[in-house]
T-cell receptor
Framework: RKEVEQDPGPFNVPEGATVAFNCTYS??????FFWYRQDCRKEPKLLMS???SGNEDGRFTAQLNRASQYISLLIRDSKLSDSATYLC?????????????FGAGTRLAVHP | DGGITQSPKYLFRKEGQNVTLSCEQN?????MYWYRQDPGQGLRLIYY???????QKGDIAEGYSVSREKKESFPLTVTSAQKNPTAFYLC????????????FGPGTRLTVL
């Protein structure tokens, strides 16, 4: 079983739609979580951190359910520029080292 | 501008040759990391370093080597022992003690012919 699992998609949605991505993690010791955005052939960039019960940043809302070991990302009013791959990431401090565990990503394509 | 640079962006090598990928950062970060990314897979950690002159193996270190002689630099050598070297290689850095966020360089796409 992968440590961080995501639906690979692609999610094809029209502009203005609301879309939600889900992510599950297997290590209950994971302390915090992130969503990174990765454009095609580019490096990942931090989109949002998810610390306690979740947080919101403009059109983006991230939720965390520790009991179910589940994280979600909601994008409202989708824009063409939101088209990218969204990586779910778990943070784990292990043996004095801060480790990021990446999911394989969910691809989003927003069309006119 | 502060950031992480990787060079070259694209690299082609013949099978059996060693190749070194460059990673430099001017963020004054203590920790640096190397990942590889293959299609349909998450980033996998190759090596990491939390301080100069020290580094540790990640999850897929076989066939790779690194050095950390300067804080700013963390080059990765892909040796001929790496069975499937063709991949997208990403270097990252973070502030070691509180470093939950990692900042990534633009990546090097290595193709072995």
């Amino acid at each position: 079983r992968k440590e961080v699992e995501q639906d690979p998609g692609p999610f094809n949605v029209p502009e203005g739609a609301t879309v939600a991505f889900n992510c599950t993690y297997s290590n209950s010791a994971s302390q915090s979580f992130f969503w990174y955005r990765q454009d095609c052939r580019k490096e990942p960039k931090l989109l949002m951190s998810v610390y306690s019960s979740g947080n919101e940043d403009g059109r983006f809302t991230a939720q965390l359910n520790r009991a179910s070991q589940y994280i979600s990302l909601l994008i409202r009013d989708s824009k063409l520029s939101d088209s990218a791959t969204y990586l779910c990431v778990a943070f784990l401090a292990e043996g004095g080292y801060n480790k990021l565990i990446f999911g394989a990503g969910t691809r989003l394509a927003v069309h006119p | 501008d502060g950031g992480i640079t990787q060079s070259p962006k694209y690299l082609f090598r013949k099978e059996g040759q060693n190749v070194t990928l460059s990673c430099e950062q001017n963020l004054n970060h203590d920790a640096m990391y190397w990942y590889r990314q293959d299609p349909g897979q998450g980033l996998r950690l190759i090596y990491y370093s939390q301080i100069v002159n020290d580094f540790q193996k990640g999850d897929i270190a076989e066939g790779y080597s690194v050095s950390r002689e300067k804080k700013e630099s963390f080059p990765l050598t892909v040796t001929s022992a790496q069975k499937n070297p063709t991949a997208f290689y990403l270097c990252a850095s973070s502030i070691a003690k509180t470093g939950t966020e990692q900042f990534f360089g633009p990546g090097t796409r290595l193709t072995v012919l």
